[in-house]
């Protein structure tokens, strides 16, 4: 790599780190939390007004179902959370869904559920980077103007804060995590002690606000319907959940039991943050509409095109602390901050999970390989690349987007939750210990409770999201597994038809002759070079081979050929075309078919030039027969170098750069003193 590109590399990444310092990347549980939980913790910021949008619809008067709906998302969180401590214990090796689904219940529930992870992985990212856009938005203008370059900018900027290593990303992500939750905290105790204590009146920005429903008096099936649909909204809160089951080979040891750990405070964070701002979006009268511009009312009157709607947790935030004051500011940064950390969520769980399905040959191995700092960098990449491209596709805006969201990622929890079913009853026939066994049988009653749980809820959501854009997470869950499964045949086919059989086929036959050719276009020094190395090998027939495309020039080469005596038969090929490459290919192809047992080797003289542009001038005609000769069977190619003079420039660049220290790439510390040696005395 030259000096001028290794320079940003290092600045922006830091230095290579060897892979025996692997051990050192691993999380303690404070890092783990904000690095893996990142997401199911922010989600609070606009999962509840997700469910307040949705309520809308049948006006101000469907809003006292909220708490109902948040009590029902408490409960699956609760059953989410349970259900997933059994799984980091039975599966520490960071499969999670993929790999539990795959032991139990075989490879084509494991692709499914792979194939929702991934697509669930951009889509929070997706997600989460244009809600906290617009959160942000509420108080720079120039953000929501340019909605869309801002969200790639924050893609681009946490790419390239998650190649410089999972640890150090982490380090940099708790900070922010931290502060919002603290701030969520402060706002709901400080909430309810002003309504519950000090009686004050707290209301939202939006409390004087009517709003129009779309469809007033709901009653009967309709109505059910729409607070299914609210609960399935809601249901954005559980997103990323399992992102510490595919996470656990990244915690410190006990592996299994830290990643137990996060997993129960994660749960009574997010349930307790969700919990809080539903009631204090009751008690402020905060008014949300699908259609602002059309639903929302001042005074009867529609407030127009201009009107922006914030979002419930800066309405919320502006009742309890008031607007414009420290604690509101500190909670908006933050929100926006997090917002935009909760995509580190998928930056770990897509890269880790894209290297175990590398490793199973269900995609190129490329990704299953460590960068320079020891992430997945290819992964994190293509994350990066596919959630900038929704972004631009969906405008950066997160109600559209979000209700592609959530079916992916209860398509893993219900099929992972059945494997976990069928796991304990596999080691339930064979475990006689009775302590063990009744441990087994609870495990199973809370995963088999999970199982019929969440796939309820997955019924709820394709039967409510479907028409609103769910059906374009099913187009993706479908194209990632056909890929898959053609990538995993093809290594598969590649696999078994390279694979070295017991026998001794026509590859372990020796060749009966091997018949060389060398290409000659002039005599100079790389001609001669490469007819003194085939030489050397020593072939049972050896030639040169030019082609006749000016006669002029063909018959100096001749004449010279004679007047050196080089005693190699130099073969011409008429090319009435003027062709190059095809005289080439038929007159090898014309040898194999004459004598089928023999071996070609041809031998290309190429020129080495140490400039990029060089390439361009020179090795075109050698290029373009190398790939049509390496379709040839039997046919070898051997390129036989020439160093121009300006290689040797290139191989003093080299030398140079080889010599020189990167910022950050050397540390120097205290140098101990050489101790002298006793002189001997001499008489």
Known sequence: MSKLTDVPKRILIGRALRSDKLGETLLPKRVALPVFASDPLSSVAYAPGEVLLVLSVAGLSAYHFSPWIALAVVVLMFTVVASYRQNVHAYPSGGGDYEVATTNLGPKAGLTVASALL???????????????????????????????????????????????????GSLFAIPTYVFVFGVFCMIAWGAWRGL??????????????????????AGFALIFLLLRAFSSGCAALTGVEAISNGVPAFRKPKSKN??????????????????????????????????????????????????????????????????????????????????????????GFPLLGSILAQDRYLPRQLHTRGDRLAFSNGIVLLAGAAALLVVLYGADSTRLIQLYIVGVFVSFT??????????????????????????????????????????????????????????????????????????????SV????????????????????????????????????????KLLHAHELEALTVNVDPAETKALKDEWE??????????????????????????KNLRKESPRDAVS??????????????????????????????????????????????????????????????????????????????????
């Open 119 to 169: 697509v669930d992985y951009v889509l929070t990212v997706a997600v989460s980077i244009s809600s906290g856009i617009e959160n942000l938005g509420s108080a720079i203008p120039f953000v929501v103007e340019h909605k869309v370059a801002c969200a790639v900018a924050v893609i681009v900027l946490l790419t390239v804060m998650n190649l410089r290593g999972v640890k150090e990303s």
């Open 197 to 218: 204590v000090l009686d004050d009146t707290m209301k939202a920005p939006t409390a004087d606000f009517e709003i129009k429903p779309e469809h007033p008096g709901l």
């Open 259 to 348: 990643a137990a750990s996060t997993l129960a405070l994660m749960g009574g964070l997010a349930v307790t943050m969700f919990c809080g701002i539903i009631f204090l979006a009751q008690a402020t009268d905060v008014r949300m509409a699908e259609k602002p511009a059309e639903d929302l009312l001042l005074n009867g009157v529609p407030v127009g095109e201009g009107y922006v709607q914030d979002p419930v947790i800066s309405q919320v935030a502006a009742a309890v602390f008031g607007d414009g004051t420290f604690f509101f500011v500190l909670l908006a940064a933050a929100t926006a901050l997090v917002l935009f950390l909760a995509a580190n969520t998928a930056y770990n």
């Open 415 to 492: 099929l992972s939750q059945i494997g976990m079913v069928r796991h304990w009853n596999r080691h339930l026939r064979t475990e006689r210990d009775p302590a063990k066994r009744r441990h087994m049988i609870r495990s199973r009653a809370i995963n088999a409770f999970g199982a019929f749980f969440t796939g309820l809820v997955l019924v709820v959501v394709l039967a409510t999201k479907f028409t609103h854009g769910a059906w374009v997470a099913l187009l993706g869950m479908v194209i990632f597994y056909v890929t898959m499964t053609a990538i995993r045949r093809h290594y598969d």
């Open 495 to 534: 696999g078994a038809e390279i694979a070295a059989a017991e026998e001794r086929p026509d590859e372990y036959v020796r060749p009966s002759r091997v018949r060389s050719i060398v290409l000659v276009s002039k005599l100079h020094k790389p001609t001669l070079r490469a007819l003194a190395y085939a």
């Open 563 to 588: 007047r050196r005596g080089i005693n190699v038969p130099l073969k011409i090929l008429d090319s009435p075309y003027r062709e190059i490459t095809r005289p080439v290919i038929e007159y090898v």
């Open 602 to 683: 041809v031998y290309i003289p190429e020129y080495v030039v140490g400039h990029w542009y060089e390439h361009l001038l020179h090795n075109q005609s050698a290029l373009r027969l190398k790939g049509r000769l390496l379709f040839t069977p039997g046919v070898m190619v051997t390129s036989v170098p020439y160093q121009l003079r300006s290689s040797e420039a290139a191989k003093k660049r080299a030398r140079k750069r080889q010599d020189w220290n990167a910022p950050g790439a050397v540390r120097r510390g205290p140098v101990e003193k050489a101790r002298k040696e006793p002189t001997a005395k001499s008489n």
